[in-house]
């Protein structure tokens, strides 16, 4: 900003495991954002070193970038970023032109509640629907990796637990690798750990000793 420097993130020193969801807690202005922005290969770390099986990021060209985010990653964000005018399976049949070894389109919709919708167009659709279609389509081309940002934010409770459980059906199901971030409380009780960032570092990191089921969640 000018001349004043802001660092957004400071020592963070993290491992993501497979199969696990993880859900990273902090207010408004913590580094969340930036943390999965880094780990997804959307924002470039200004130090410090990010690997991905062993491949370092860090330094990687946008070909590789692009690459990594295309065939490993699956990103859910806030607001749903659907194409207004593509129906729910149109709208997820645009990842999967491009993968490399996608489920249907159907398929993914089914996992997240919503075969019975895939025709409709995101106008017909209500905001907890329109993100299930966001989660089926950041899963539908296989990610190994899912990171959601803020996916509840925009919604009521009762909406965003649905969406909850879809985040919960597809980690346990295709064993995804889930990273969550919110500034609810809450909502870190259904994740095997949970991560606490406060002014761009970690304050804590916790297990959980069971996961609670997303309906057990109110808000």
Known sequence: MGEVQVQALRGIDLDLYAHELVVMLGASGSGKST?????????RATGGKVEYHGKDLTGAGEKDLTEYRRHH?????????????????????IVTEIARSPMRPEEALNLVGLGDRMDHFPSQLSGGQQQRVAIARAIAKRPQVLLCDEPTGALDSATGVVVLEALDTVNRELGTTTAVITHNADIAQMADRVIRLSDGLIASVERNGSRKSPKELSW
Request: aromatic share 14%.
């Open 35 to 43: 943390l999965l922005n880094i780990l997804g290969g959307l924002d």
């Open 73 to 93: 990653v699956g990103f859910v964000f806030q607001f749903y970023n659907l194409i207004p005018s593509l129906t729910a399976r149109e709208n997820v049949s």
